[in-house]
C-alpha cells in the first residue's frame, strides 16, 4: 500500500490558530501506524487542499503527534507530496549553507504573510505512516516547507523567528483579514472580500 491511498477519501477538518496550547507544544512521537493515523493523514490531505497550502502539521488540526504532510514545489518547480512521521530536518553548516528570503506565511495565521530567511536546502528524515524509513531532499520552497513543518512539532510557529518589529507587521496583517476566515475555516470557506 502507498502514500497516494491516503492523499483522498478524507474530511475537512477546522485549522488550529496561533495561540492554542497545542501549537506551542512539543509533540508526542508516532508510535502506531494504524487505520486511526491513516484516517487522520487522509483528513489532513483533505483540510490543506481545502485551505489551498502546500504544508500541513498535526498540530494545525489539534492533535499533538509528530507528523506532517506536504504538497509542494522544489527548487525545479516539481510538486512533491508525502507524509512524515517523527521528522527530523538538517540544513547545511557553515560555507554550504546558503539562506534565501521569502514571504512565508500560516495556515494557522491566514492572510498573514511576512520575508523570512531560511536555508535553501533541508534534508528531513522520519519515517511514513505505514512505519517505513523515509528521507526527503527539499530544495527551494519544498526546503522551506520542511522546516516550517518540523517547526510546529516542535511547538514553534514561525512568528517566533521573526523579529519584533516584523512579527507586529505580521499580525497587524491577519488581524486586517481574519473577519475573512470563520472560526471553523476551512470547514466553512473563506468569505470574499465583497461580502
Keep these: 500500500m502507498g502514500i497516494e491511498t491516503l492523499m483522498t477519501g478524507g474530511t475537512v477538518l477546522p485549522i ?47 492533535r499533538g503527534i509528530a507528523l506532517f504532510i506536504y504538497d509542494c514545489p522544489d527548487a525545479d518547480d516539481i510538486n512533491r507530496q508525502g507524509v512524515v512521521c517523527n521528522p527530523v530536518v538538517s540544513t547545511p553548516a557553515g ?44 530544495t527551494g520552497m519544498l526546503a522551506r516547507c520542511l522546516q516550517h513543518e518540523t517547526d510546529h512539532l516542535n511547538g514553534i510557529v514561525f512568528g517566533d523567528r521573526l523579529s519584533g518589529r516584523v512579527r507586529r507587521k505580521l499580525y497587524a496583517q491577519h ?9 471553523d475555516w476551512p470547514v466553512t470557506p473563506r468569505r470574499s472580500s465583497a461580502s
Design 175 to 183: 488581524e486586517e483579514l481574519a473577519h475573512l476566515y470563520p472560526e
Design 95 to 138: 560555507d554550504a549553507r546558503n539562506f534565501e528570503s521569502e514571504e512565508e506565511g500560516c495556515l494557522s495565521l491566514p492572510g498573514g504573510y511576512q520575508p523570512l530567511a531560511r536555508p535553501d536546502l533541508a534534508t528531513c528524515v522520519g519515517v511514513d505512516p505505514f512505519g517505513e524509513p523515509v528521507t526527503i531532499q527539499g
Design 16 to 62: 488550529t490558530r496561533w495561540g492554542t496550547p497545542v501549537m506551542h507544544s512539543h509533540t508526542s512521537p508516532v508510535t502506531r501506524f494504524d487505520e486511526e493515523l491513516h484516517t487522520l493523514v487522509r483528513d489532513m490531505f483533505a483540510t490543506m487542499a481545502a485551505a489551498r497550502g502546500v504544508g500541513l502539521a498535526a498540530t494545525q488540526v489539534g
